[in-house]
């Protein structure tokens, strides 16, 4: 069903994009990104307490072992019609100064949070 491999993929492209984030040190996670983005629009409708259950899905961990790149995760989005979230993130990144450029990130494993 395409529907669901599409929300698959979402959760995919926000787990890999969160990773990121991590990685790089930023003060924001996709859940701050995923506010800016929608609350507006959603108002009352809006929820992200999904975002917090990302890695109790087998499939997105599974996403972790798979090469991926900054573009990969924004081809997802686009795909998807999350936009908002790209938008979002560009916002952010000129806000704080941060530059960035694609990279290969293969057989990366979550760390532990303190």
Not at 60 to 69: A, G, I, N, R, Y
Not at 95 to 109: C, K, L
């Amino acid at each position: 069903m395409k529907n669901e491999h599409d929300h698959c993929s979402v959760a995919q492209a926000f787990y890999q994009l969160n990773f990121y984030l991590q990685t790089i040190g930023v003060s924001f996670t996709i859940k701050d990104l995923y506010r800016a983005a929608y609350f507006e629009t959603r108002k009352d409708r809006y929820q992200d307490e999904w975002l917090n259950h990302l890695e109790e899905d087998p499939h997105v961990l599974e996403s972790m072992k798979e090469p991926f790149t900054t573009y990969s995760i924004a081809e997802t989005l686009i795909r998807t019609g999350h936009e908002p979230i790209l938008r979002a993130l560009m916002n952010r990144a000129r806000d704080e100064n941060i530059g960035f450029t694609q990279a290969y990130i293969v057989g990366a494993r979550k760390r532990p949070q303190s």
